[in-house]
């Protein structure tokens, strides 16, 4: 009533009741603001399967984001990254390769009713398929930081290293043995020509490209069943087409009928149609020539994987380390 002392119990009442929407409740419903803690922290766990951590949210208004590693444990993620995906495309191409060997001598899906048949483009197949295994391996565990990948390419690149060291001491100690087994092998390659389409296609690109055919000489294609003068077949005084100078007359295919007769000639005329210089010779000094590039080649693979396993091992820990820090850090309130 007018001019008296009390309040009205109505105003009372609405003074101290709250209002329907305060600013808490506005903030955490209605207004898209940044996500709390808990929520990031959810969001994480059921869209992270692989072990990836989302970046968190800074307290306070703003909201920007954190990084969730140190930079330099950032520069070891990318710095681990980025040599392994070069690993694999180089591990592509080889895988490439392999199979163009393959299907170019015709054992594409031929011969695999064997075990493993004893095919260098088989080989180099295999390896490349490895090597891509392992380096994605590098790949995944350092882009998503996941250790237990790390571990596993951790332990896959000290078994290459542990087999190149092997297969180093071996080469360095049989060095002697092996040049004087490779003419015995190149014999064994020109006797059984016909009978391996494996030794067929090696002895044929290396009489290909260096330009050589036998093994002293062009007639120790006499020792071949088919190519010997004494053979009733078409194929008697024959060398094969890899012996020619020039076996692609045309440009495309190969004259298989380049070699016909040249046992027959005498050294001057057979000179214009074949290479009369044995591969023996040849082949060796190839690779006394190549010996310092391979080796060169040999030991910076060595120091870039030894390189990649440091970086991935220092990675490891401070993933370790940054994961210890986190669960030491006492939660929201």
């Known amino acids: 009533p007018p001019g008296g002392s009390e309040a009205s119990p109505l105003l009372i009442d609405a003074a101290n009741q709250e209002p329907p929407f305060s600013v808490k409740s506005s903030l955490t419903t209605s207004h898209p603001g940044p996500p709390r803690e808990d929520q990031v922290g959810a969001w994480s766990c059921c869209c992270c399967p692989c072990g990836v951590e989302h970046q968190a949210w800074t307290e306070g208004l703003g909201g920007r984001l954190a990084p969730s590693l140190p930079w330099g444990t950032s520069c070891l993620k990318y710095l681990t990254f980025l040599?392994?995906?070069?690993?694999?495309?180089?591990?592509l191409l080889a895988l490439t390769v392999g199979l163009w060997g393959l299907a170019v001598k015709g054992s594409l899906g031929s011969h695999w009713e064997d075990v493993l048949p004893p095919d260098p483009m088989l080989v180099l197949v295999l390896g490349a398929l490895t090597v891509s295994m392992v380096s994605l391996f590098g790949c995944l565990g350092a882009l998503c930081e996941n250790r237990c990948l790390l571990r596993c390419f951790c332990r896959a690149v000290i078994l290459f290293l542990v087999l190149e060291a092997l297969a180093g001491a071996l080469v360095a100690a049989l060095w002697g043995p092996l040049q004087d087994s490779l003419e015995h092998s190149l014999r064994v390659a020109i006797t059984h020509y016909q009978d391996s389409p494996n030794l067929h296609f090696l002895l044929d690109q290396v009489q290909l490209g260096l330009q050589c055919c036998g093994v002293d000489?062009?007639?120790?294609?006499?020792?071949?069943?088919?190519?010997?003068c004494s053979s009733p077949g078409m194929q008697a005084?024959?060398?094969?087409?890899?012996?020619?100078?020039?076996?692609?007359?045309d440009g495309a295919s190969m004259n298989t009928q380049c070699g016909f007769g040249a046992l027959r000639l005498d050294e001057d005329a057979a000179r214009r149609a074949v290479h009369l210089e044995g591969c023996g010779p040849v082949l060796l000094q190839w690779l006394h020539r190549s010996m310092p590039a391979l080796g060169g080649c040999a030991i910076a693979i060595v120091?870039?994987?030894?390189?990649e396993l440091l970086l991935a091992t220092w990675l490891l820990r401070a993933l370790?380390?940054?994961?210890?820090?986190?669960a030491t850090e006492p939660g929201p309130l």
Do not use: M
Not at 217 to 228: A, E, P, R, T, V
């Open 83 to 91: 040599p392994n995906f070069l690993f694999s495309l180089l591990a």
């Open 217 to 228: 000489s062009y007639q120790d294609w006499q020792q071949n069943l088919y190519f010997n």
């Open 237 to 249: 005084c024959s060398l094969p087409a890899s012996c020619c100078t020039n076996p692609r007359e």
């Open 303 to 307: 120091l870039i994987q030894g390189t």
């Open 320 to 326: 370790a380390a940054h994961k210890a820090v986190e």
